[in-house]
């Protein structure tokens, strides 16, 4: 079967930086990708994993580890305007799983 | 330019009623997808099309009927509306099913379609 863990809220002040890990269970796996949504927004691309390790975009970064079915994706030098919801979805079967996502609040 | 538009933005309707979302893609993608988002934020799929071809029909009620009439577009109906189907849907399109390995395969999603059902 699927199943889909992640933290459902998370709150960082301005400047720090956080982590938000994934969990996943999915069969026939090829990557894990990481979307961001703000609040009335729609959820955009933000970076996707197809091997372990670290990839880096920026203040983003997004982390794999198949062999833990594992990820997490860490926002660095936070900004007020990173506050929104940050879906991880593990491609699996030909398609991509989300679940209810990590709300970030980030604080002054 | 946008990229997946969906219309209406907001949809106000009672109980009982029928009614339509629109989209449309303009990135010439060969896959074309139906997601749900309810009021805690999960994010679901409920339709994926290929080439105008349904391949991906999660468990939904069969009041819910896509049609694809293109391959830019794809419809989404909805028959006898009940109060639970209140939620924000998107469309979506990635230029092809599955994934290609090390790319992946970027979903882009609509604004969305926020239906209330009174």
């Known amino acids: 079967g699927q199943s889909l863990e992640q933290p459902s809220e998370v709150t960082a002040v301005e400047g720090a930086i956080v982590q938000i890990n994934c969990t996943y269970q999915?069969?026939?796996?090829?990557?894990l990708s990481w979307y961001q949504q703000h609040d009335g927004g729609a959820p955009t691309f933000l970076s996707y994993?197809?091997?372990?390790g670290l990839e880096e975009t920026g203040r983003f970064s997004s982390f794999l580890s198949r062999s833990d079915s594992y990820g997490y994706l860490l926002l660095q030098e936070l900004q007020m305007k990173d506050s929104a919801s940050y879906f991880c979805?593990?491609?699996?079967?030909?398609?991509?799983?989300f679940g209810g996502g990590t709300r970030l609040m980030v604080k002054p | 330019d946008t990229a997946v538009s969906q219309t209406p933005k907001y949809l106000v309707t009672q109980m009982g009623n029928d009614k339509s979302i629109k989209c449309e893609q303009n990135?010439?993608?060969?896959?074309m997808y139906w997601y749900k988002q309810d009021s805690k934020k999960f994010l679901k799929i409920m339709f994926s099309?290929?080439?105008?071809?349904?391949?991906i029909n999660e468990t939904v009620p069969n009041r819910f009927s896509p049609k694809s009439p293109d391959k830019a577009h794809l419809n989404l109906h909805i028959n006898s509306l009940e109060l639970g189907d209140s939620a924000v849907y998107f469309c979506?399109?990635?230029?092809?099913?599955?994934?290609?390995?090390?790319?992946?395969?970027?979903?882009?999603f609509g604004e969305g379609s926020w239906l209330t059902v009174v």
């Open positions: 979506a399109s990635s230029q092809h099913f599955g994934s290609t390995g090390l790319s992946g395969n970027t979903i882009y």
């Open positions: 999915t069969s026939g796996f090829y990557g």
């Open positions: 994993n197809a091997l372990d």
């Open positions: 979805a593990p491609g699996g079967g030909n398609m991509l799983t």
């Open positions: 990135l010439g993608h060969d896959t």
């Open positions: 099309y290929n080439n105008k071809e349904l391949i």
